[in-house]
Nanobody, 120 residues
Framework: QVQLVESGGGLVQTGGSLRLSCAAS????????MGWYRQAPGTQRDLVAR???????NYADSVKGRFTISRDNAKNTEYLQMNSLKPEDTAVYYC??????????????WGQGTQVTVSS
């Protein structure tokens, strides 16, 4: 089995920063794309940022210039550095990874979610 474990959420004031981490473990042969999504109450889960295995990135327009996604392939871990946080960034943040196991099976996996709250 594969597990994604997130950490780093919390409460921060407007303009503050947080760094989220997501570590993948288990039956992992390779990890393709990794990403972060967020979901506020009453809304759908939306992509925040994505990074491919070769380091190419893309971001939602709302976070460009403020958030940075990165990954450490040796540790099977991805990060989301969030700066200049705004109240509208408040949501549950989920990490996602497209993982191939040792049997060649490719699937999407999700973390448990971590709450980020930005106070005004």
């Amino acid at each position: 089995q594969v597990q994604l474990v997130e950490s780093g959420g919390g409460l921060v004031q407007t303009g503050g920063s947080l760094r989220l981490s997501c570590a993948a473990s288990g039956n992992i042969f390779s990890i393709n794309a990794m990403g972060w999504y967020r979901q506020a109450p009453g809304t759908q889960r939306d992509l925040v940022a994505r990074i491919t295995s070769d380091g190419s990135t893309n971001y939602a327009d709302s976070v460009k210039g403020r958030f940075t996604i990165s990954r450490d392939n040796a540790k099977n871990t991805e990060y989301l550095q969030m700066n200049s946080l705004k109240p509208e960034d408040t949501a549950v943040y989920y990490c996602n990874a497209h993982i191939r196991n040792h049997r060649g099976y490719l699937a999407d996996y999700w973390g448990q979610g971590t709450q980020v709250t930005v106070s005004s």
